[in-house]
């Protein structure tokens, strides 16, 4: 099976910081995978080199057989990479129904009917529980549900490979529990890349783990073997004195 | 937004168009003067808050496109002898080209970097204007011939120096582009330009080539814009360089700003209360900028989202 995402040598430096070194990576089609490591690590920097947010300094990016390293951040959303925010970033003055209604209004097929637009905000609107909620504006939502928001926009662009950046942050732990649910079923239509803090969840929900510490890849495995792995621990919890 | 209530929109806005058409007959020969020529720039200030209400795009150059029609039109008439329809075209299709030229040029910008690069366009095309005196009459500006200024379709003529017949020329205008900014608004290009207001980047990762969106944006504001001013030439016969100077750039924005930005009647309303403001004032001292600034800033502290923004905010959820 060929990767869904490769990249190779991909390095991003700020001033003399390099935040991304020189990352050889790859992702099989429909794996949840997960990205975890200390502050800092460069996971953030990784994904917005891969959604095209930020230009690398260098290395390539090949997404489903193709060199993607020069394409702008939109060209990649239409290719199937869709990014939803670490940082809340709906918009917050228009409706949760608008906030979906535009990434569903550019992937429709059959650009024209009104009904269309309807159907298919609201199937992600219901996917992610907000349908009541559809005509409030984005900005009175509660923050548990402007990150589900994010979600069904991500949703909605019908990704095939969705990034998740610290989804779970500041949701409650209820509300964690339906958003694990949820990742599994959009696993099922689309690989899965997330960036998450929630040891619990991560070693829930990934297939696959790998670490990040000071821009490189520092191990990759399965939940289990990441468990086991010394030079993690050491990265996350320090080195003896 | 859109979605909601399109009949009470539109309803709405063939009240205004209704209302305009009846008021063309009951009102006195000052006032009936006075709002063919209100209609007539409030279709510059549509054209305007197209670009800064829905896109957020602040631009201090919008006189170069109202002149653009104004002399494109004039001129054709003047220099080349056309009709009228020809002529009105000419002034459109000038304002278009320019507008996509400058916006390849300007949308390179954001922010106070556009207002800047916008505003200097405008002072060149201005100044082009004054050098070319011999065409353009200079600062004089020129007289378009009122013979030339009939409009004939089939049989019938109109003579567009006809008090009666300018008013419902200038209503024409103003309905036709009040109708195709509501549709804009309220359709799926619309809604992606506001989404471009509140968080272009957030956009670009939906998919969206937000460049392209925002020169369409303002190819379709420079149009708009250039009809006002191509229709301007027309009725009212008049073609001169302070339409192209910096006041012409500033006007369009007060207007917005006072009838609400980013909504569809609020450039009618502002263009109608300022020029009213400065009709009753001017009357009274001669210090009446005075007076038209004081009102500026009373708004401006106490209702920033403009008269039909603080309507829609309070009462009226649903206006376009």
Known sequence: MTPLLTTKGLSRSFGGLRAVDGVDFALMPGEIRAVIGPNGAGKTTFVSLVSGRIQPSSGMIVFDGADITSLPAYVRVRQGIAYTFQITSVFANLSAYDNVALPVQRTLSDGRSKGAVRAGVMAALERTGLAGRAHMPAGQLSYGHQRLLEVAMGLALKPRLLILDEPTQGLADSEIDNFITLVREIARSATVLLIEHNMPVVMDLADRITVFNAGRILAEGTPEQIRENAAVQEAYLGTAP | ?320
């Open chain 2, 1 to 320: 937004m859109s979605e909601v209530s399109p009949a009470k929109a539109y309803a709405l806005h063939l009240g205004v168009i209704a209302l305009l058409f009846v008021l063309s007959f009951v009102l006195p020969d000052y006032h009936h003067g006075l709002l063919a020529r209100i209609m007539v720039l409030a279709v510059f200030a549509m054209g305007y808050n197209m670009l800064f209400g829905y896109v957020g795009l602040l631009s201090l150059g919008h006189a170069m496109f109202f002149a653009a029609g104004l002399y494109g039109a004039g001129l054709s008439v003047i220099h080349l002898g056309w009709n009228v329809p020809a002529a009105f075209a000419a002034g459109i299709a000038c304002g278009a080209l320019l507008a996509l030229v400058i916006g390849l040029l300007a949308l390179r910008t954001t922010g106070v970097a556009f207002m800047i690069v916008t505003m200097m366009f405008a002072q060149v095309f201005y100044l082009i204007i004054l050098y070319f005196a011999v065409w353009t009459g200079g600062d004089q500006g020129m007289v378009v011939p009122q013979p030339a200024r009939v409009l004939v379709l089939g049989a019938a003529s109109f003579d567009l120096t006809n008090p009666t017949v300018r008013y419902m020329m200038a209503l024409t205008l103003f309905s036709i582009v009040l109708l195709v900014t509501l549709a804009v608004v309220r359709s799926r290009y619309g809604r992606v330009l506001v989404a471009i207001r509140e968080n272009e980047e957030r956009t670009k990762m939906l998919g969206y080539d937000t460049f392209s969106n925002k020169l369409g944006a303002v190819v379709l504001s420079g149009t708009i814009c250039a009809a006002s001013g191509a229709a301007y030439a027309l009725l009212f016969g008049y073609v001169g360089s302070s339409f192209a100077s910096v006041q012409y750039s500033i006007l369009p924005l007060l207007w917005v700003l006072l009838g609400g930005g980013a909504t569809t009647l609020g450039p009618l309303l502002g263009t109608l209360f300022m020029y009213y403001v400065i009709d009753i004032t001017s009357g009274y001292t001669s210090a009446y900028l005075l007076i038209v600034g004081v009102a500026l800033i009373l708004l401006v502290l106490f209702s920033p989202k403009g008269i039909l923004g603080t309507i829609r905010q309070r009462w009226l959820g649903w206006l376009p």
